[in-house]
């Protein structure tokens, strides 16, 4: 059954549509209904529908405008238009923005009902071969398999030419670039999905499942290795900056709804050189650890660690799994792997030389992860705490060194853990104190406020949610309402002058989102105000 929000300014034939539509016969379920493009877009944000019907000319939002915002935060959302013969030229703007149907005013509700019929095997195909399983061999594997998981190290061509080179000319041969002289920079994704159970089980199936969306996006190639979808993304940075988070996003909400499992997506920094490919491996690597230990989908691992940390590939198997562990792993976790090495370790690692050399490495590394996650001078501070638990160690008996270096482990863990916890307080700080300074322009956004601070809008959206319970749409609304709320209060200024100062553009609009969210209009307000005087 797909969830369907209606969405028509007109309220009696938007009552017909809900009213005479026999929904569920055509395999539809009506999640929500909205009189504007602003209710919408809110009802699409809460109630995550497979589909919305609305009016391309809509009060506030327009209908191309409402399109494009569904976008941004719902990009799996498919869209149907309902317009008069004369916004077709008008609709055409909006090819891109996931419509699915175009529909024509006047429109009787059989027409509508065989329309609706239409959209819904659009659906069923666009989720069936979401869903399929299409085992195709793709020639530049033999390429880009070893580029992303091992790293070219000392091929050259027959003129000794540098490696950068030779890999973009057997990038070119295989047809993995074309115009390679082109400004091309280069993300990597890890994908993986989990059961409802939590079970891990991704397939090579789910290989034609990510393909399908990034095709609509960016320049791609994936792979299966292991437990995971791996893609080498590549494009300018125009492109990656407008598509990448929304790729990542449709990804993640596709398989969900879809494939009914819990989707996790690792994206690495960008990159304009094939040879750091491995290096954007590991990152993205990284942060699907993150996203496989937290409640947000998608993880990029500049927003979890804006300043990069050292390189952990040459560190010694035990060194590796507690440094992941202590970075990304839950202190459950890290306890049992202690509990468990310590049965391996009896008689091998628990000399002080050995365990000091152990303390030494997840010392360095743990000063590392601080700069990663908050930044040299915080880090630095964090760290000076963090100098009496090593000098415990350092002190402590023969038969009490593993539970020395178990405790050393745990405080590092917390450290990093409290440290991630500061730096996205600070980093929601930042947001809501730029939306406090900008509410007053209309065309402050997520996109405009996460690009500001050096986030993505799929992180910042997560973070306000977690740190604040609210949406940055409903923080915005508050901050614009109280404020307009103190100037209608305290001046005599007309309502008007008022909604634009307070970002409104539509004076409307600015009445309609003031009495939704204080119970009055804005001249109620001040009628009550000036009759207490």
């Known amino acids: 059954m797909y969830r369907i929000v209606v969405a028509d300014d007109e309220e009696e034939l938007r009552r017909a549509i809900i ?5 569920e016969e055509i395999g539809f379920q009506v999640a929500g209904e909205a009189e ?86 659009k ?31 000392d091929e050259r061509g027959e003129d000794g030419g540098n ?45 034609y499942s990510v393909d399908s969306i990034l095709e609509k996006y960016l320049r791609h190639a994936s792979f299966y290795a ?55 491996y590991l990152e993205a690597s990284d942060a699907l650890a993150y996203a496989r230990n937290s409640k947000s989908r998608i993880h990029f691992i500049a927003d979890e660690e804006p300043y990069q940390a050292g390189d952990l590939e040459q560190i010694k198997r035990l060194e590796q799994e507690l440094a992941r562990l202590i970075r990304t792993g839950s202190q459950k976790e890290l306890e049992e792997y202690l509990k468990r090495e310590k049965k391996q370790a009896d008689g091998l690692i628990h000399s002080r030389t050995q365990i000091q050399g152990l303390t030494a490495e997840i010392y360095s590394q743990t000063g590392r992860m601080l700069t990663a996650v908050s930044g040299e001078e915080k880090a630095r501070h964090a760290k000076e705490s963090y100098e009496t638990c090593r000098q415990c160690l350092d002190s402590a ?25 500061k730096s996205s307080q600070v980093l929601c700080e930042k947001a809501v104190r730029m939306m ?11 996109s405009q406020v996460s690009g500001a601070i050096g986030v993505s809008p799929n992180y910042l959206s997560a973070l306000m949610k977690k740190e ?35 970002g409104y553009s539509d004076q409307h609009y600015f009445s309609y989102c003031f009495k939704k969210y204080t119970g009055q209009s804005p001249n109620a307000l001040r009628r009550q105000n000036e009759g207490k005087a």
């Open 19 to 23: 009213r005479k539509i026999p929904w």
């Open 36 to 121: 504007n493009g602003a209710e919408a877009l809110r009802l699409v944000e809460e109630l995550e529908p497979d589909l919305v019907l609305t009016d391309i000319r809509m009060p506030f939002i327009s209908g191309i405008e409402l399109a494009r915002q569904i976008r941004e935060v719902r990009p799996a959302t498919r869209i149907a238009f309902l317009s008069g013969y004369d916004d077709f030229t008008y609709a055409q703007k909006a090819i891109q923005y996931n419509i699915i149907s175009y529909m024509l005013k006047p429109i009787s509700m059989v027409e509508l009902t065989e329309e609706l019929r239409r959209i819904k095997a």
């Open 468 to 502: 604040t319970g609210n949406t940055f749409i409903d923080l915005l609304t508050r901050i614009r309402i109280e404020t307009a709320r103190k100037l209608l209060l305290d001046t005599a200024m007309k309502i008007r002058d008022i909604s634009e100062q307070c």
């Open 397 to 421: 008996a023969e038969d009490k060194l593993w539970e020395a270096f178990e405790e050393f482990c745990l405080k590092s863990w917390d450290l990093i853990s409290d440290q991630r916890k």
């Open 123 to 153: 659906l069923d195909q666009i989720f069936s071969e979401f869903a399929a399983w299409r085992q195709e061999t793709v020639d530049i594997n033999g390429f880009l398999a070893p580029l992303l998981l091992a790293g070219y190290q």
């Open 226 to 280: 292991g437990d995971t979808v791996v893609s080498l993304l590549m494009g300018t940075k125009e492109v990656f900056d407008k598509y990448l988070y929304i790729a990542a996003e449709n990804i993640a909400q596709s398989m969900k709804r879809i494939l009914a499992v819990k989707p996790c997506v690792g994206v690495s920094r960008a990159t304009d050189r094939l040879t750091d490919c491995r290096r954007a």
């Open 163 to 207: 490696l950068e080179s030779w890999l973009k000319k057997k990038a070119e041969e295989c047809g993995l670039l074309e115009e390679w002289e082109k400004p091309w920079q280069y993300v990597v994704m890890a994908t993986a999905v989990r059961a409802l159970d939590g079970k891990n089980c991704t397939g090579p199936e789910h290989v």
């Open 436 to 446: 406090e300074e900008k509410y007053y322009d209309p065309g402050l956004s997520l």
